[in-house]
């Protein structure tokens, strides 16, 4: 328990600078990508390392790409929707966090029968998976948005 309140304990603290960071420009639309990549590394270090040192590595860890991610993520998808569709784009992505909330201990029980570094192994690969999902998107120029209510 406390190794889950310090993963979040330090996304929390972290994500109101990574906003500022994202919105001053600090933080680049690529480092999506890298926040997911620091997610799965935390994992890795979780598997291989597994000590109550090793999990709090790893809680750093996560908890940092969580801070990084989740601002960076909201304005790549706010960048993305189309005009008059940012409600349903966000509605839409918090489906998918709530997913993936439930969906990452059913991954990791699926591939733990194996072993808990099977199953912690396999979480990271899916986030490896979504960084390398968002890269092409993340690197490339955005396009100015055009006003939802032309005047």
Known sequence: G?????????????????GRWTD?????????????????????VAAGLQSALGIALAALLIGSGVAAA??????????WSPP???GSTMGAAEVGRDLGDAGGPVLV?????ISLTAGLGALAAAIL???????PRAWTPSLPRSSPNPS
């Open 24 to 44: 001053s420009g600090r933080l680049r639309r690529a480092t999506s990508s890298l926040a997911l990549v620091a997610c799965a590394a935390g994992f890795v």
């Open 129 to 135: 998976l979504c960084a390398v999902a968002v890269a």
């Open 109 to 113: 029980g699926a591939f733990a029968f």
């Open 70 to 79: 989740t601002p960076l993520g909201f304005t790549l998808l706010a960048e």
């Open 2 to 18: 406390a190794l889950v309140s310090l993963l979040a304990g330090t996304a929390a603290v972290l994500q109101p600078f990574a």
């Open 84 to 86: 008059g569709r940012l």
